[in-house]
């Protein structure tokens, strides 16, 4: 239970209720893309593409007035593929379109206005000399996506007893519960660690004004996690099964919101 100690920092934890994933739906189109991608690519209908690829997606969004987002608009899809060099730009942004964005992009929040930019990139020594690694690992991809708060500290690369991983998707599961209970429509929530303590010196939440819609405050749901969860790296790791084979499986398409496969920490907790 006191492994862990020595280590410190402040990881952060989101979900919303607006996906079925309480995933922020901009981060499930972008990561849907990618691996929509790299499926055309394996099964060879994109045999040109090569294995690298990036994706984003900026939406646009209605707030409630109880503080809640609503997806209304997908603005610009990005997607920037490396590819051989003897194919053309033009068929490369065909093969996008109909095999990658199409299939995934929901028609119903896509227009005549959504801006698409589909680019291939030719790189003869390959991104993947250049990309990949702990340092090629950007965490923003890897957690939400540029929503809520960021720790800054990546987690592909760490064991499970470094609080940036372990406590990250503990941090996850804390707000994907919070939401899943219905105290609230969104929220962050927030640990801070210190090296003379494995516990958490610090748990806030903000659910940005969600609460009050659903009669909590931000404070009774803090309280209501500290009640429930234990932070520590050490029962993370046990409760969590982080010492299981897993961490591979999460080295593309990101470590949270997953549906491909079974995560601990997706699992809503019952709390009291």
Same mark, same amino acid.
């Given at each position: 239970?006191?492994?862990?100690?020595?280590?410190?920092?402040?990881?952060?934890?989101?979900?919303?209720?607006?996906?079925?994933?309480?995933?922020?739906?901009?981060?499930?189109?972008?990561?849907?893309?990618?691996? +929509?991608?790299?499926?055309? &690519?394996?099964?060879?209908?994109?045999?040109?593409?090569?294995?690298?690829?990036?994706? +984003?997606?900026?939406?646009?969004?209605?707030?409630?007035?109880?503080?809640?987002? *609503?997806?209304?608009?997908?603005?610009?899809?990005?997607?920037?593929?490396?590819?051989? *060099?003897?194919?053309?730009?033009?068929?490369?942004?065909?093969?996008?379109?109909?095999?990658?964005?199409?299939?995934?992009?929901?028609?119903?929040?896509?227009?005549?206005?959504?801006?698409?930019?589909?680019?291939?990139?030719?790189?003869?020594?390959?991104?993947?000399?250049?990309?990949?690694?702990?340092?090629?690992? %950007?965490? *923003?991809?890897?957690?939400?996506?540029?929503?809520?708060?960021?720790?800054?500290?990546?987690?592909?690369?760490?064991?499970?007893?470094?609080?940036?991983?372990?406590?990250?998707?503990?941090?996850?599961?804390?707000?994907?519960?919070?939401?899943?209970?219905?105290?609230? %429509?969104?929220?962050?929530?927030?640990?801070?660690?210190?090296?003379?303590?494995?516990?958490?010196?610090?748990?806030?939440?903000?659910?940005?004004?969600?609460?009050?819609?659903?009669?909590?405050?931000?404070?009774?749901?803090?309280?209501?996690?500290?009640?429930?969860?234990?932070?520590?790296?050490?029962?993370?790791? &046990?409760?969590?099964?982080? %010492?299981?084979?897993?961490?591979?499986?999460?080295?593309?398409?990101?470590?949270?919101?997953?549906?491909?496969?079974?995560?601990?920490?997706?699992?809503? %907790?019952?709390?009291?």
């Amino acid at each position: 239970e006191d492994v862990g100690l020595g280590d410190m920092g402040m990881v952060v934890g989101y979900a919303t209720d607006e996906s079925p994933s309480m995933m922020p739906v901009s981060h499930v189109l972008a990561s849907k893309l990618c691996m +929509q991608l790299d499926r055309m &690519r394996r099964e060879g209908t994109l045999s040109w593409a090569r294995p690298s690829g990036r994706a +984003q997606v900026t939406v646009e969004y209605r707030e409630t007035p109880e503080g809640a987002v *609503v997806p209304v608009q997908v603005r610009t899809v990005v997607l920037s593929v490396q590819q051989s *060099v003897e194919v053309k730009a033009d068929q490369v942004e065909k093969d996008l379109m109909e095999h990658v964005v199409k299939p995934v992009m929901p028609a119903e929040l896509c227009d005549s206005s959504t801006v698409y930019s589909l680019l291939g990139c030719k790189h003869t020594s390959g991104v993947l000399h250049t990309d990949t690694g702990l340092a090629g690992r %950007k965490s *923003v991809a890897d957690t939400y996506g540029g929503w809520g708060s960021n720790g800054g500290q990546p987690m592909s690369g760490k064991d499970a007893t470094r609080i940036c991983r372990s406590a990250t998707y503990g941090a996850r599961w804390a707000a994907r519960s919070l939401v899943a209970a219905r105290f609230c %429509k969104r929220c962050q929530v927030q640990l801070t660690y210190i090296p003379s303590s494995t516990q958490p010196t610090a748990i806030s939440v903000n659910s940005y004004g969600t609460a009050k819609s659903c009669g909590k405050t931000d404070s009774e749901l803090g309280a209501i996690i500290a009640r429930n969860f234990d932070f520590r790296p050490g029962c993370l790791q &046990r409760d969590l099964g982080l %010492k299981s084979p897993i961490f591979q499986k999460l080295a593309a398409y990101g470590h949270l919101g997953r549906t491909d496969i079974e995560l601990a920490w997706e699992k809503p %907790k019952e709390l009291h």
